[in-house]
């Protein structure tokens, strides 16, 4: 499989970013965590063995421990200096390093949308969650900075003549779905929410992005680097396009949320064909009942 994201590159940024924080530049993991909370509090279980998987901050494995409901949470990340000394698993992005069946829980915030197989990491997931294990996951999806890639294509096909990807793609949420059964997951639910975030112009959005570690890693990303006109010119045009009446710019992300049981004989089956006692054309040809 030809790879689109740049892992190496996303994961030095990653590193770096770690090294230079910007107050408040974490909101949309802070967001995740507090969303992963809410529907931890759904579930009406508890978990043994769990594992927070390429988490990148501590915030998942401690909504886990505040949750009550888990008992033992491994943390895996891509690099040491994720974990800043804490306990955890060091292990190559895109892998699940459990044995099959293992786990109770497994969470993953924010580090899907970098991974070039999304279907082969879920596939692992699901290996290595026990018989009704669950899965609950949030990534970047479609959506996800649309009007600083629209801005960035502007700006470069009107001073160029042409232009280079410079935001790497999403995963629709009507995909996700498609992603969680076909890795074999049961019960699959996905589902999306748009976050604006608004800024005085495009260079605030962007150094936000580069305190995430988030500025664009793909394979095929453009090795020209941006100009000062190209930047001015997009800040322009985003300022043209997506400002509000205050003369700030929005910038929009889209988290999709995933969630999947590992498959149990105890769960839920739908009906099969032909088994219902009443048909759907009598209920629509009475609707007050018989």
């Known amino acids: 499989m030809q790879p689109v994201i740049d892992t190496s590159l996303w994961l030095a940024r990653k590193r770096r970013a770690l090294t230079r924080p910007i107050a408040g530049a974490d909101f949309l993991m802070r967001r995740a965590a507090e969303d992963l909370a809410d529907r931890l509090d759904a579930v009406e279980r508890r978990f043994g063995k769990t594992a927070s998987l390429f988490c990148q901050t501590p915030a998942a494995a401690e909504v886990l421990a505040e949750s009550g409901k888990v008992t033992e949470n491994v943390r895996v990340e891509a690099d ?62 479609t959506g996800t900075l649309s009007e600083l890639r629209e801005s960035l294509l502007a700006a470069e096909t009107e001073l160029y003549g042409g232009a280079s990807p410079r935001v790497i793609p999403f995963t629709d949420v009507r995909d996700a779905g498609a992603l969680l059964q076909r890795a074999g997951l049961a019960l699959p639910v996905a589902d999306v929410e748009t976050i604006t975030v608004r800024y005085d112009s495009l260079f605030g959005l962007v150094a936000d992005l580069r305190a995430m570690g988030e500025t664009s890693a793909l394979v095929d990303r453009s090795r020209r680097p941006g100009t000062r006109e190209l930047f001015a010119r997009a800040a322009e045009i985003y300022a043209e396009r997506f400002s509000d009446a205050d003369g700030r710019v929005r910038a929009s992300f889209s988290v999709v949320w995933m969630s999947g049981w590992a498959p149990d004989a105890s769960q839920q089956k739908p009906l099969k064909p032909g088994s219902a006692k009443i048909s759907l054309k009598t209920i629509l040809e009475n609707p007050g009942g018989p």
């Open 80 to 141: 040491a200096a994720f974990l800043a000394g804490q306990p955890g698993v060091v292990a190559p992005l895109e892998t699940v390093p459990f044995e099959p069946e293992s786990l109770d829980l497994a969470v993953s915030l924010l580090s899907l949308q970098a991974m070039n197989d999304i279907p082969g990491m879920l596939v692992q997931i699901r290996r290595a969650l026990k018989p009704d294990g669950l899965f609950l996951g949030a990534f970047a999806g």
